[in-house]
T-cell receptor, first 112, second 115 residues
Framework: GENVEQHPSTLSVQEGDSAVIKCTYS??????FPWYKQELGKRPQLIID?????GEKKDQRIAVTLNKTAKHFSLHITETQPEDSAVYFC???????????FGAGTRLFVKA | GAVVSQHPSWVICKSGTSVKIECRSL??????MFWYRQFPKQSLMLMAT?????????EQGVEKDKFLINHASLTLSTLTVTSAHPEDSSFYIC???????????FGSGTRLTVV
């Protein structure tokens, strides 16, 4: 079946450094790739997403890149801050109405 | 964006009892809702797709007779955990498929503890 692989499972960076999380998907028909941030005990919050018709999208300190040929997409967080510490999930899905497949999550620690 | 209300936010029940969790789409008519389960320190795992007016579609390994899903209207889907056992203790989250721009909005989640 479809799956999404996410790496690394844990990432520790110093405040101010950059963090990169990478995901690979298997369903070539996927065309929507959201990223969620989940703080302890809370619902996942959408932080950025990208559709298959673009290769890169940026929102302040967060950027996502997509390589459809390789079926890779990545989350880049620059100038990390302690409040960025959370679990981040990547996901892939097809057009609306089709299920979203999540990666296993990356636990990001930003050390002050 | 779409507003999704999920209740209860937490529940403790005795082993063998049933628990119903509600997921309401407050400002969007949702023909499709999704139910996820999340064990501690693990990813969200899709349990089933809830379709308004028809039977839910369950993922492999999810017992449909144990996790009853009812999507009777465009704004409400319910998940009933029947004959709950301690191993069913988990964080259950629903999400609404907005379809228009592929967006998905999550409910606040329900932490179920079976004792």
């Amino acid at each position: 079946g479809e799956n999404v692989e996410q790496h690394p499972s844990t990432l520790s960076v110093q405040e101010g450094d950059s963090a990169v999380i990478k995901c690979t998907y298997s369903d070539s028909a996927s065309n929507y790739f959201p990223w969620y941030k989940q703080e302890l005990g809370k619902r996942p919050q959408l932080i950025i997403d990208i559709r298959s018709n673009v290769g890169e999208k940026k929102d302040q300190r967060i950027a996502v890149t997509l390589n459809k040929t390789a079926k890779h997409f990545s989350l880049h967080i620059t100038e990390t801050q302690p409040e960025d510490s959370a679990v981040y999930f990547c996901a892939a899905s097809r057009d609306g109405g089709f299920k979203t497949i999540f990666g296993a999550g990356t636990r990001l620690f930003v050390k002050a | 964006g779409a507003v999704v209300s999920q209740h209860p936010s937490w529940v403790i029940c005795k082993s063998g009892t049933s628990v119903k969790i509600e997921c309401r789409s407050l400002d969007f008519q949702a023909t499709t809702m999704f139910w996820y389960r999340q064990f501690p320190k693990q990813s969200l795992m899709l349990m089933a797709t809830s379709n308004e007016g028809s039977k839910a579609t369950y993922e492999q390994g999810v017992e449909k007779d144990k996790f009853l899903i009812n999507h009777a209207s465009l704004t409400l889907s319910t998940l009933t955990v029947t004959s709950a056992h301690p191993e069913d203790s988990s964080f259950y989250i629903c999400s609404v498929d907005r379809a228009d721009d592929y967006g998905y909005t999550f409910g606040s989640g329900t932490r179920l503890t079976v004792v």
